[in-house]
Structures are given as C-alpha cells and as structure tokens.
Antibody
Framework: EVQLVESGGGLIQPGESLRLSCAAS????????MTWVRQAPGTGLQWVSL???????LYADSVKGRFTISRDNSKNTVYLQMNNLRAEDTGIYYC??????????WGQGTLVTVSS | SYELTQPPSVSVSPGQTVSITCSGD??????VCWYHQKAGQAPQLVIC???KRPAGIPARFSASNSGNTATLTVSGTQAMDEADYFC?????????FGGGTKLTVL
C-alpha cells in the first residue's frame, strides 16, 4: 500500500525547535517531489515547503529562514526542521507527494501546538 | 503573494448541480487543482482543470478555468460530497490555496 505517515508533532514553547518526519511506503521519496502543507485550527490550507528530486527546495515566505526540508533516502523519509517556532505555526502538518503541479497523495497529518 | 478567493459556503439539494468558484489575477493562465476535505480527514485531490481525476473520484466532478476564475462543478450532488473544497495554484515558485468553500448538501 502506498502511504505517507507523519510524526513528531507535539506541544512546544515559542522560540523552540521541532523536527517532523514523513515516512513513505510504496513509493520512493528520492524519486518524487515531496511537500509539506499545514492547516491552522479551523482554517484553510497553507503550503509550507517542497523538496525536488535533486534536493533543491522551496519555502513559503512565512517560514523562510526558520524551516528546512530534507530527506533521508535510506530511511525513505522526508523531514521538516522547524526552528524559532511561533504561535502562528500551530496547526496540523501534512506531508504530500507532488506530481507535476498537484498533490496526489497525502498523509494523515501531525499536530504541532506552539504555546507557552 | 498570490491570492485565491473562494466563497465561504455554498449549499445544494441532493441530485442538483452546484458550482464553486476560485478567483485570482490571471488565474486562467495557471494550472488549477481542487481538493476536498471531510471532517477529521486529510485533504484529497478531486480534479485538476485538465480533467486529471484520481481513481475513486466520480465523473460528476468537473473543472474549468478561464480569465480570472476557475470553477469546480458537481453534477448530481450526493450527500457524500459534503466537505470543504479548496482550490490550488502555483505562482512564482510558490503554491497557494484558496480559503476554502464549505459545501452543504441539504
């Protein structure tokens, strides 16, 4: 079965760091573009970051300089390192596969809560 | 930043046709896709304007895009279609989503 499973979310204080993981099965993260999308409570979707097969990456302006996307091909896992977290970073973080210009496969998400 | 605007909500009777719009500057020049999200679930791809529909998405979902407006149309709406719907497009190496439209099947 092709699936993505996110983990690493939790309750964290403003200014601290957290690393999210997205473990893939049934597909190779090194041969696919992969992305992170988040959703604040009760609101819409916000794109966060994307990593290409050549490991170049893109970021939303709101996270540029604080978040880093990466992958470990041996673990078939994509990561999102989040530093200097803010209250507005709170939300469910979804990992998804990118085909051409659309996101065809999504994980179930992991909840990040930034609060003192 | 690129803004995509959707109506917050639309409603439809079972069996009827409903359209959800997504507006953005010169949106017709971009590729637009639609996702739905049911309560407590992850988003799921519904359709892209070039009619890319994943397996399991019925043919009653169709999409178009021209000028400044993209449209998702659901024909013969069923109760199972009740969900939040989001449009998505790329602009300047970033991805943008509309604010979402809650579709209610009355």
């Amino acid at each position: 079965e092709v699936q993505l499973v996110e983990s690493g979310g939790g309750l964290i204080q403003p200014g601290e760091s957290l690393r999210l993981s997205c473990a893939a099965s049934g597909l190779s993260v090194s041969r696919n573009f992969m992305t992170w999308v988040r959703q604040a409570p009760g609101t819409g979707l916000q794109w966060v970051s994307l990593i290409y097969t050549d490991e170049t990456s893109l970021y939303a302006d709101s996270v540029k300089g604080r978040f880093t996307i990466s992958r470990d091909n041996s673990k078939n896992t994509v990561y999102l390192q989040m530093n200097n977290l803010r209250a507005e970073d709170t939300g469910i973080y979804y990992c998804a596969r990118v085909l051409q210009y659309y996101f065809d496969l999504w994980g179930q998400g992991t909840l990040v809560t930034v609060s003192s | 930043s690129y803004e995509l605007t959707q109506p917050p909500s639309v409603s439809v009777s079972p069996g009827q046709t409903v359209s959800i719009t997504c507006s953005g500057d010169k949106l017709g020049d971009k590729s637009v896709c639609w996702y739905h999200q049911k309560a407590g679930q992850a988003p799921q791809l519904v359709i892209c304007e070039d009619r890319k529909r994943p397996a399991g998405i019925p043919a009653r979902f169709s999409a178009s895009n021209s000028g400044n407006t993209a449209t998702l149309t659901v024909s013969g709406t069923q109760a199972m279609d009740e969900a939040d719907y989001f449009c998505q497009a790329w602009d300047s190496s970033s991805v943008f989503f509309g604010g979402g439209t809650k579709l209610t099947v009355l």
